[in-house]
């Protein structure tokens, strides 16, 4: 706890934290509250979008793309710290490398505890005003997948920090993050049969909050192997573990 306290206390007061976490509040409300009009296979959604217990499928569908915010949230405040020595300074001042990772992975965790949290008080908000059921078991029923998302989180956020902890500059490590989730792996899920590409990192992690109607979608089109949450959670926990040991090889490795 001191070492999340001590990156808190960093953290705070710098002002493009907070905004940067205020544009993903603001578009993850924003998009959820203009939701209705979405159309999903050729249908509007309407107020269909807030109905227990598939809300919680549709919500962590439309929140696992802000992820990459979150990365890059993550990416600016290691390479900041690259930037103004602090790393090297918490290393001089008796911190183990592993610790240095491990103060940034606290935050991370933090992250993603909070922007589960959150996507909690928006599914209750929304699901009460609007969903025709509202029993407790059509509430909670699916709520399982917040559990997915949060793995997910994490594992974005973690891959980010392996790039600014590889790259040290900010610019560039977004520009690599961005470019490997959303070309570079892609592209190669291009070369590669499903049943092999449904466990590359990004696959893995997408699978956790599968887009709403996808059996429909592949039944128009050609059918996506992808792995179900559950079974997407062990392989997306393993390169999560992967990519805190390659932060702190590459921590070891190289002079601060």
Not at 3 to 15: A, D, G, Q, V
Not at 50 to 58: A, E, K
Not at 140 to 156: G, K, M, P, R, T
Not at 180 to 185: G, L, N, R
Request: proline share 4%.
């Amino acid at each position: 706890m001191n070492l999340l306290r001590t990156e808190f206390r960093k953290i705070f007061p710098y002002r493009t934290f907070w905004v940067i976490l205020a544009v993903y509040v603001l578009l993850l409300v924003l998009i959820l509250y203009t939701s209705t009009s979405v159309e999903i296979n050729g249908k509007a959604l309407g107020n269909e979008t807030y109905q227990f217990p598939g809300l919680w499928m549709r919500l962590t569908y439309v929140a696992h793309f802000f992820n990459l915010l979150l990365g890059i949230l993550v990416i600016v405040l290691v390479t900041d710290e690259y930037s103004y020595r602090t790393v090297r300074q918490e290393v001089i001042d008796g911190l183990s490398r592993a610790e240095v990772v491990l103060s940034k992975f606290y935050v991370v965790l933090a992250l993603a505890v909070f922007s589960t949290v959150f996507l909690l008080a928006l599914g209750l908000y929304f699901g009460l005003l609007y969903s025709s059921n509202t029993s407790i078991n059509a509430m909670f029923s699916q709520i399982d997948y917040l559990s997915y998302y949060f793995v997910q989180a994490v594992a974005y956020m973690v891959l980010a920090m392996l790039f600014a902890f590889f790259i040290r500059k900010s610019g560039l490590a977004i520009i690599a993050f961005i470019a490997y989730t959303k070309i570079v792996e892609p592209l190669i899920h291009f070369k590669l049969p499903d049943h092999i590409d449904k466990y590359f990192p990004m696959k893995a992690l997408d699978s956790l909050t599968p887009m709403p109607g996808q059996e429909l979608f592949g039944q128009l089109t050609s059918p996506i192997e992808q792995l179900s949450p559950a079974m997407a959670t062990l392989p997306s926990l393993l390169y999560t573990g992967l990519f805190l040991l390659f932060c702190y090889l590459i921590l070891k490795i190289r002079d601060l």
